[in-house]
């Protein structure tokens, strides 16, 4: 195992399989698709969670479980099509940058899809007349791409990432699920995987109804504390410096589910501590102050801060003080020193504004603990607890 100085963080990169932390049960969906695909029982997935949650860090994990199990996987990247075709042709030179890591087996397949083009040709215009209509050579190319490897892999999956852009184009979804009913009929061991934004099972469900049937529904959301712990044991697993126990901790809390944010306050903490920063109180508030001039949130909460009373800060820094998202009614009072008459309407307010909310009886949560984090460090407290 290779010794690295610092940890080593993904921000705004798909994680490698390798590091990939939990989703145990969207793994396991995964498998036992591939499991019944194998014996010919074809469905898709479509994924779907809101950004930064890792869909595509999922699709990732998808595709190294694939290669391990002899399947091919072809990753393709929607963008905004003007035309249908468009689509398809970026799925097929998708499926020559998948296979050109297999040599000779594309070699074959080029062979074929060459001699076909010139058949069907595209410039001269009688042939023209004769081209084949989009789904037809569709169809034809995907038959003749499972003719060619499915000997050599059990199952072919297309994933196709930030398919948002798809669902625009009524036209593409049918000719989708047209072939793929098809080749589904003709034996072929071909399955898509759509992944895209909180709505996208609706948006392909509503229109396209078959997608529905045709595929399983994943929904990739927040992550737990424990999930978000271990995305940072993976990162510094082979480090030399760690990052102190308090930060991590930190880190989990302040990413409040997302595992971009943990990545982004993880890489800010080792830019940090590579600038020679040990003391974790300073080293939390230095990386902390990078990581809100980054995501531009200095502004955004300076506005938000003038708008609050004393006493509403009072309940805010108390949070700090417990160093917690959650406090009880209870706790608050203790933080606070107020009495329970000014506290109620106080936290009534701070309700509304969506700053906190209530979530099992008499426990109170920061929505957003960026937000405390910041306000707490403007009041000059400890951000990190020393006791
Ligand atoms: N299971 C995971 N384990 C570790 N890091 C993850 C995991 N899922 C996502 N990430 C990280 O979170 C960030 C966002 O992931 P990404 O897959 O790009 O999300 P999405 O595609 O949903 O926008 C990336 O930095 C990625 O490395
Ligand atoms: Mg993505």
Known sequence: MSVMNYPKFYPGEPIPPENFANRKKSILTFERLLDDAELGS??????SGERGVGKTSLLYKYEGISQKRSCLFIRVRAHKFTEESEFFNLIISRVGEALKKYGSLWTRLKTIWNDYEKKWGYNGTEIQKK?????????????????????????????????????EHPKILQIIRNVWEEIKKEGYKIMFIFAGKED???ALGKA?????????????GAMDR????????????KAKNKIPVKIC??????????PHLVHLLGDQVVKTMK??????????????????????????????????????????AAFGKLNRTHATMAELKVG?????NSLSPQLGRLMENKIIERTERGVYKIVDPTFSEYFNMKMGYPLLRTE
Do not use: M
């Open 42 to 47: 074809i469905r898709g997935v479509i994924i």
């Open 131 to 167: 081209k084949l209509p989009l789904q037809e050579e569709f169809h034809r190319r995907l038959q003749e791409l499972g003719n060619c490897f499915l000997e050599n892999f059990k199952v072919i999956i297309f994933a196709v990432d930030e398919a948002d852009h798809i669902v």
């Open 200 to 202: 996208l099972s609706k």
């Open 208 to 220: 396209h109804s078959p997608f529905k049937r045709l595929c399983v529904e994943i929904h990739v």
């Open 226 to 237: 424990e999930d978000l712990l271990e995305i940072i044991e993976r990162a510094q697993q």
């Open 249 to 258: 901790e930190k880190i989990a809390e302040i990413s409040n589910g997302l």
């Open 275 to 316: 600038e020679g920063l040990k003391d974790p109180q300073v080293l939390w508030r230095e990386a902390f102050t990078l990581f809100c001039e980054y995501e531009g949130l200095d502004e955004k909460y300076d506005s938000l801060n003038k708008t609050l009373s004393k006493q509403q800060k009072e309940i805010l």
């Open 336 to 340: 606070t020193k107020l009495s329970l």
